[in-house]
């Protein structure tokens, strides 16, 4: 597979600063392009979100060019992954916690990291920060960790992938303690997970096979909160998208539209279109 790729973010029309951030990295493993991408959220209901956030990607980044060449030779790729990537993020989880009891303050972010390698891709997901697969439908890859009020979409199983979604997640979140409330929609929902921010961190891992000619996006929840999936399907159909500056100009008109609808949250957006050699 080859890859278009493209992404916006804007801090918003009320945050004094942009709590997002994100993550797209290339490299090469036996002549296949491998593509890394990533958004972290940092909440704007805890102190120093942008130094959360960004302290999660560049610890992703910075396992990407140590450790994956080595990862991506062992004979059981998958499981080696995400047993690398549950190390990577419990550190980090504990040294946010750290800085945050240094600090007399709570610190977290979300986490949603998507590796493509040759036709698989490989999922890491903590919080409501979102990845959908765009086509002739929107799916949506990930499930928000929140309670009281889960995605219409999850809840009608639209979501697909190798085994289903959360197929490795562990006990049980209705019994967690809650992380932090987001400042949109007040009591609609609780996030229960955050890097940094959970008492017990349980990230979810999984996999599926990645569609041709598909656009995959990830998001934070400034983005999605005032479009409707229909239009993100019109907006990234293959023929709006037949090269990286036609796929920014849409990432940015459906961003303005949030905006302009009246999102105040930070928004991020990274495009991925799937090509092939």
Known sequence: MNYLTAYYTDQG????????????TRT????????????????????????????????????FRRDFEALAGQEEFEDALYDSWEELFQNVHTRLLDYGQHLGARVGTTLTAILFREKNYYIAHVGDTRIYEIKDQVVQLTRD?????????????????????????????????????????????????????????RPVYHSGKVERDAVYLLCTDG?????????????FHSGNCRDEEKLSEQGRMLARLALDRGEKDNLTVILIRTLED
Not at 40 to 49: A, F, T, V
Not at 148 to 173: C, F, H, M, P
Not at 223 to 235: D, G, I, N, S, V
Request: one cysteine or more.
């Open 28 to 63: 090469e493993y036996e002549g296949q392009e491998v593509l890394l991408a990533a958004v972290c959220d940092g909440m704007g209901g805890l102190s120093k979100g942008e130094v959360a956030s960004a302290e999660a990607i560049r610890s992703l980044e910075e396992w």
């Open 145 to 201: 960790q929140v309670a009281a009020q889960l995605d219409a979409a999850y809840r009608k199983k639209e979501i697909r992938g190798s085994g289903g979604v959360n197929t490795q997640e562990k006990g049980d979140a209705g019994k967690e303690t809650e992380c932090g409330k987001p400042e949109y929609g007040k009591g609609q929902h609780i996030l229960l997970q955050g890097i940094g921010c959970a008492p017990v961190l």
């Open 223 to 235: 983005f999605r909160h005032k479009l409707h999936r229909q239009e993100m399907r019109e907006a």
């Open 13 to 24: 029309k009320r945050k004094g600063i942009n709590q997002d951030s994100l993550l797209v």
